[in-house]
T-cell receptor, first 110, second 112 residues
């Protein structure tokens, strides 16, 4: 599975969009980009995933660059409850393991 | 409600006293796995199971055992716990053809 690089931490004002970047320059053609988040010490929660097209669901949007070497998770209107560690994971579908790196600690500020 | 449950949620035990952490899912998922989370090390996979009676080692299997006798259950067994197994443990499940992995609420284990 390809390695990812994320900023250690970010701040975002409540109500504003939170844009969380992820670099995955060694991604291969059949690997997907997944985003999970972990609020405090709860179990990680799936947010969204994509292969090469931009994706949107009720939680977030995922923008993947054309060369697929980086992506951005967008929380359109961040709330205090979005404060969490966000993990970007690149892996083949149906693989055995999700490799969680250190992630980005997002703090949504009032 | 679709969920993964773990028990106990908190456990304090002593070195060498065998313990089992249970994990159960109600989604008929084929794939289940165990992770441990430690400060600075992130989540690391201990064991996984592709289906009943099929298990394999993850990245940090030493000191742990698992079994998968039923599809819904995947217990984690520590035969002789040691202080370095003090950690936060998560069980997860996924459908064989699914993209989303569902995690349990976690079990905080302290071994003294």
């Amino acid at each position: 599975d390809a390695k990812t690089t994320q900023p250690t931490s970010m701040d975002c004002a409540e109500g504003r969009a939170a844009n969380l970047p992820c670099n995955h320059s060694t991604i291969s053609g059949n690997e997907y980009v997944y985003w999970y988040r972990q609020i405090h010490s709860q179990g990680p929660q799936y947010i969204i995933h994509g292969l090469k097209n931009n994706e949107t669901n009720e939680m977030a949007s995922l923008i993947i660059t054309e060369d697929r070497k980086s992506s951005t998770l967008i929380l359109p209107h961040a709330t205090l409850r979005d404060t969490a560690v966000y993990y970007c994971i690149v892996r083949v579908p149906y693989g055995q393991n999700f490799v969680f790196g250190p992630g980005t600690r997002l703090s949504v500020l009032p | 409600e679709a969920q993964v449950t773990q028990n106990p949620r908190y456990l304090i035990t002593v070195t060498g006293k065998k313990l089992t952490v249970t994990c159960s899912q109600n989604m008929n998922h084929e794939y289940m796995s165990w992770y441990r989370q430690d400060p600075g090390l992130g989540l690391r996979q201990i064991y996984y199971s592709m289906n009943v009676e099929v298990t394999d080692k993850g990245d940090v299997p030493e000191g742990y055992k698992v079994s998968r006798k039923e599809k819904r259950n995947f217990p984690l067994i520590l035969e002789s716990p040691s202080p370095n197994q003090t950690s936060l443990y998560f069980c997860a499940s996924r459908a064989q053809a699914g993209y989303e992995q569902y995690f349990g609420p976690g079990t905080r284990l302290t071994v003294t």
